[in-house]
């Protein structure tokens, strides 16, 4: 059985985890499609050989959240969901097998928490694109047997939680210096504008826009300024042009101001699209140089096309989709933000607000910012009642397409008017 290395770990003993027993631990939780969220006791599976234990610190909030909480995706949610794929916290435990983490390092954990680990993609640290499909961090089921739950055969239960387990393999080291409420929106808007911006060699002079100044956006603003790009922050919001100047953009185009796209024409080699909602997305094509791509990130029917364009072209096509990231490069994009000081323009909240922040994100993220639950400070017994007494969050019909008729239409229409792709 596991053993832990440091028993006298304080953080251990104050947090009650129980080695070899079910963990208990507080989870935010929405029991239907309304996004009314509410505190509930659940239990993680007792730590294995190979796991780590977490005391939650901070979880961003995703509008990817967003739309798994709300159904606007694929598939109805399994509810209760617990969403959350930007955690940050403390390794209070760690399994006698586990080699990279010791107790007291600070630990992220992104959208990812299993996969094969057999194939040649996971080999090469795209654990994203494993062969035999990735687990995420929330809302499926264990599938290669490293993201069990308790009792077995539940929904994996995300990052709103007051302790996680995860193997160590899907445990992400903060650098010491790397101040932690900054770390979670790294693990998911870091590195799903990091993947894209390294697997297009994005370098010194590219020219890169990036649409939609969110969560997702702000960060690919500074990761491409670090990366030597030439910036242009494209949004709909002229309100944002400073925050946009200040977060690494070198040019900042209003979309709505046909001038402004008219200046810029013809100008960029790459377009990251973050916007979360089904639009027009070929819109942004006039500012593309003959060989530059977009690639769509927001989760609507675009991606999907998007992604089977992918496919069938050998990611070579002009419009193409990207999808997070492997544990290889949410390692390194952790490591230059530290490096270079990138952190996320974050707004920590109680979790009594998180219904506001729903409806705020799906009524467009007017501010930008990413907005971080401070768990460690107000997930507790009290927060139960808070929580409960919230108003639900007035949600907008979801305007995302991402169904399976949605996906078929875009990709009909997208190839048959060739000049898209
Ligand atoms: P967010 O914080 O809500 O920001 C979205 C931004 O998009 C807004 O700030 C806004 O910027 C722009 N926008 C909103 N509504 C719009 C509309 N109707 N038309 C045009 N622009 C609009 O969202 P996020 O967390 O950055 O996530 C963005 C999308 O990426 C979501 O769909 C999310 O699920 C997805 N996502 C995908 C991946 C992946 O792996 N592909 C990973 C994480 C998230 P302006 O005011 O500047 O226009
Ligand atoms: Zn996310």
């Known amino acids: 059985m596991s053993k832990i290395q440091n028993d006298g770990s304080e953080a251990l003993l104050s947090s009650g985890v129980k080695l070899n027993e079910p963990i208990d631990t507080l989870c935010l939780c929405t029991y239907d499609e309304s996004c009314k969220f509410a505190v509930s006791k659940f239990k993680r599976r007792p730590m294995g050989a190979e796991d780590v234990v977490i005391q939650m610190k901070y979880c961003g909030i995703c509008h990817s959240d967003v739309h798994s909480a709300a159904s606007q995706l694929m598939k109805r949610a399994k509810y209760p969901i617990t969403p959350g794929h930007e955690l940050a916290g403390i390794a209070i435990a760690v399994g006698n097998k586990v080699t990279r983490v010791k107790v007291g390092d600070q630990i992220g954990v992104g959208c990812l928490v299993d996969s094969c680990l057999d194939c040649e993609k996971c080999a090469e640290g795209n654990e994203h694109k494993c062969k035999k499909g990735s687990t995420g961090t929330y809302g499926g089921l264990d599938k290669h047997g490293r993201a069990q739950t308790y009792p077995k055969n539940t929904p994996i239960m995300g990052g709103y939680t007051s ?57 690919g603003l500074k990761l491409a300024n670090v990366m030597g790009a030439n910036v242009f922050a ?61 690639c769509i990130l927001g989760l609507h029917a675009g991606i999907g096309a998007g992604m089977f364009i992918n496919k069938v072209s050998c990611c070579k096509s002009r419009l193409m989709a ?18 270079h000081e990138i952190y996320p323009d974050i707004k920590v909240i109680p979790v009594w607000e998180v219904n506001r922040v729903y409806e705020m994100l799906d009524s467009g993220n007017k501010t930008g910012l990413r ?7 107000t997930l507790n017994e009290e927060a139960v009642e808070k929580v409960k007494n919230e108003k639900a969050p007035k949600m907008l019909p979801a305007r995302t397409h991402l169904n399976l008729m949605g996906v078929i239409k875009e990709l009909c229409w997208v190839l048959c008017c060739c000049k898209h792709v």
């Not at 990207?322 to 490096?339: L, P």
């Open 371 to 377: 907005y971080v639950l401070d768990l460690e400070g």
């Open 163 to 219: 302790v996680h387990v995860i193997h160590e393999r899907f445990a992400v080291i903060i650098p010491p210096s790397y101040d932690l409420k900054f770390a979670g929106p790294v693990m998911c808007a870091g590195i799903t504008m990091y993947d894209p911006l390294k697997v297009q060699g994005v370098t010194k002079g590219t020219n890169v826009g990036i649409v939609g100044l969110g969560g997702l956006g702000e960060m």
């Open 234 to 294: 494209i949004s709909r919001s002229p309100g944002k042009k400073d925050y946009a100047m200040r977060c690494g953009a070198h040019e900042f185009i209003v979309s709505t101001n046909k001038d402004d796209m008219k200046k810029h024409e013809g100008k960029l080699d790459l377009i990251l699209n973050t916007v979360p909602f089904y639009h027009d997305y070929t819109f942004y094509k006039q500012l593309l140089t003959r060989n530059g791509k977009q």
């Open 322 to 339: 990207s999808g997070i990231g492997g544990m290889k490069n949410t390692q390194e994009v952790i490591d230059i933000c530290a490096k």
